[in-house]
T-cell receptor, first 115, second 109 residues
Framework: DAMVIQNPRYQVTQFGKPVTLSCSQT?????MYWYQQKSSQAPKLLFH???????NEADTPDNFQSRRPNTSFCFLDIRSPGLGDAAMYLC??????????????FGPGTRLTVL | GQNIDQPTEMTATEGAIVQINCTYQ??????LFWYQQHAGEAPTFLSY??LDGLEEKGRFSSFLSRSKGYSYLLLKELQMKDSASYLC??????????WGAGTKLIIKP
């Protein structure tokens, strides 16, 4: 089945210790997104790729970086996690950046705990 | 600023009908989405409205009024598995999705 896969599902890191979250997709979608979602809050878009074009949200901290080495994979790097970065990180994909429904399909998420 | 408003929490009874409202103020409009999100899981797509009117999909229906900046999600024949958060999201003129914080729906037997 075509899908969006995120690894790991649960990640525990220490304060200040770099961590990388991964996302892969078999949908062959050209747009990939990273969201941060805290409990009972709306998902917050961190950045997205339209093909290889990287689009950073204005309020995304520099502590968050991303890489997309090919169509299928996208990584979220948190260089120095703080306690406030503990959240669910959601990867999503869509076919284009805005014509027609272009529904975003989400992976299962990675729950990040910072100790 | 851009804003999506939804009730924080609603309670309904198994077998009943519930309507979850969403109002929005965004810079432009290019479609409205409803997603379901179970606790600790990712959002899953439920419906999409871009024209005024009602879209029906099984037990779920979604309504849109662009002139009023208003949508609702209607869930019929509620089942316990419908207990989840329901998120409303609007795509603005920059084709960015603006998300509501979600409505937590509690189903009681």
């Amino acid at each position: 089945d075509a899908m969006v896969i995120q690894n790991p599902r649960y990640q525990v890191t220490q304060f200040g210790k770099p961590v990388t979250l991964s996302c892969s997709q078999t949908l062959n979608h050209n747009v990939m997104y990273w969201y941060q979602q805290k409990s009972s809050q709306a998902p917050k878009l961190l950045f997205h790729y339209y093909d290889k074009d990287f689009n950073n949200e204005a309020d995304t901290p520099d502590n968050f970086q991303s890489r997309r080495p090919n169509t299928s994979f996208c990584f979220l790097d948190i260089r120095s996690p703080g306690l406030g970065d503990a959240a669910m990180y959601l990867c999503a994909t869509s076919t284009t950046a805005g014509t027609g429904p272009d529904t975003q399909y989400f992976g299962p998420g990675t729950r990040l705990t910072v100790l | 600023g851009q804003n999506i408003d939804q009730p924080t929490e609603m309670t309904a009874t198994e077998g009943a009908i519930v309507q979850i409202n969403c109002t929005y103020q965004t810079s432009g409009f290019n479609g409205l989405f409803w997603y379901q999100q179970h606790a600790g899981e990712a959002p899953t797509f439920l419906s999409y409205n871009v024209l005024d009117g009602l879209e029906e999909k099984g037990r779920f229906s979604s309504f849109l009024s662009r002139s009023k900046g208003y949508s609702y999600l209607l869930l019929k024949e509620l089942q316990m598995k419908d207990s989840a958060s329901y998120l409303c999201a609007v795509r603005d003129s920059n084709y960015q999705l603006i998300w509501g914080a979600g409505t937590k729906l509690i189903i009681k037997p």
